[in-house]
């Protein structure tokens, strides 16, 4: 079993949709957890964390189940610029060593 | 900003030879990281180093190894390369602090190619 999962889309939306993304994690001692963005044939950059209270940045809403080992990403009005792979990116352990889901394709189409 | 930069975009190379990917950071970062990105694996950690001359085993280290001589740079070493070997590798530096929630800035990316 992967580390963490996710499902890898695509994703196609109309531009205006809401969006949510699901992850989930293998080891229940994990430490903080990330949503970060890649774009075609870029490096990726960190979107937001991901804290127990669940956090919300503009349009971007982030959640964690502890419970059930998972987090998600929920997307509202989605923009074409919002067209990207989001990779969900976790820390297992004390220190800075991350491990990154294989990425969820979101496609926004006019 | 931060910047991370690495020697090269693209590179291609063939089979035996020994290859150096070269890393800079610029904002006094004690964390540096290699990654190679593989369609449907996502990002894999090869070697991490939390300091000058300090290395650590990442996920896939077979095949490759690293040098940290100054804090800002960090290498990977590919000592005979193999076809499978062929891959995007991502350079990545974070700060050390007591959050666990530190932000890994990359690299462009060096996208290698091994006939």
């Known amino acids: 079993r992967k580390e963490v999962e996710q499902d890898p889309g695509p994703f196609n939306v109309p531009e205006g949709a809401t969006v949510a993304f699901n992850c989930t994690y293998s080891?229940?001692?994990?430490?903080?957890f990330f949503w970060y963005r890649q774009d075609c044939r870029k490096e990726p950059k960190l979107l937001m964390s991901v804290y127990s209270s669940g956090n919300e940045d503009g349009r971007f809403t982030a959640q964690l189940n502890r419970a059930s080992q998972y987090i998600s990403l929920l997307i509202r009005d989605s923009k074409l610029s919002d067209s990207a792979t989001y990779l969900c990116v976790v820390n297992m352990r004390h220190g800075n060593k991350l491990v990154f889901g294989a990425g969820t394709i979101l496609r926004v189409k006019s | 900003d931060v910047k991370v930069t690495q020697s090269s975009r693209y590179l291609v190379k063939r089979t035996g030879e020994k290859v150096f990917l070269e890393c800079v950071q610029d904002m006094d970062h004690e964390n540096m990281f290699w990654y190679r990105q593989d369609p449907g694996l996502g990002l894999r950690l090869i070697y991490f180093?939390?300091?000058?001359?300090?290395?650590e085993k990442g996920d896939i280290p077979e095949g490759y190894s690293v040098s940290r001589e100054k804090k800002e740079r960090f290498s990977l070493i590919l000592e005979s390369a193999s076809t499978n070997q062929t891959s995007m590798y991502l350079c990545?530096?974070?700060?050390?602090?007591?959050?666990?929630?530190?932000?890994?800035?990359f690299g462009p990316g060096t996208r290698l190619t091994v006939l």
């Open positions: 990545a530096s974070s700060l050390t602090s007591g959050s666990p929630y530190n932000e890994q800035f």
């Open positions: 180093s939390y300091d000058v001359k300090m290395k």
């Open positions: 080891n229940s001692a994990s430490q903080s």
